[in-house]
């Protein structure tokens, strides 16, 4: 199983962006999936999550409103769309996938396969 992240960069303050994870080895449409960023000094945090169940969405409070998750089945590829950036949102943006699970989409330890990370860069 491979998750290939791809599609982040600089950008400015309020500038748009999209994220996405090209997934192998396995059928997105079957899993859940979430997206999760990392910024220097600080622990791993939830950000995205869309649930194979019912495709319901879910959102860290810091993104609400900002970001939006997707997937396109047909090409088994995850998205993070993301507008109004701002420089806390400067971070390496990590997907995933899990089995499904009643685990709440935020329980990072819940998820069985990484991508490699995409850098995100927001100046201000």
């Known amino acids: 199983v491979q998750l290939q992240a791809s599609g982040g960069g600089l950008v400015q303050a309020g500038d748009s962006l999209r994220l996405s994870c090209a997934v192998s080895g396995l059928t997105l449409r079957n899993y859940d999936a979430g997206w999760f960023r990392q910024a220097p000094g600080k622990e791993r945090e939830f950000v995205a999550g869309i649930r194979r169940s019912n495709g319901n969405t879910y959102y860290a409070d810091s993104v609400k409103g900002r970001f939006t998750i997707s997937r396109d089945n047909a090409k088994n590829t995850l998205y993070l769309q993301m507008s109004s950036l701002k420089p806390e949102d400067t971070a390496v943006y990590y997907c995933?996938?899990?089995?499904?699970?009643?685990?709440?989409?935020?329980?990072?330890?819940?998820?069985?396969?990484w991508g490699q990370g995409t850098q995100v860069t927001v100046s201000s």
């Open positions: 995933a996938t899990r089995r499904p699970t009643a685990q709440a989409v935020g329980v990072i330890r819940s998820y069985d396969y």
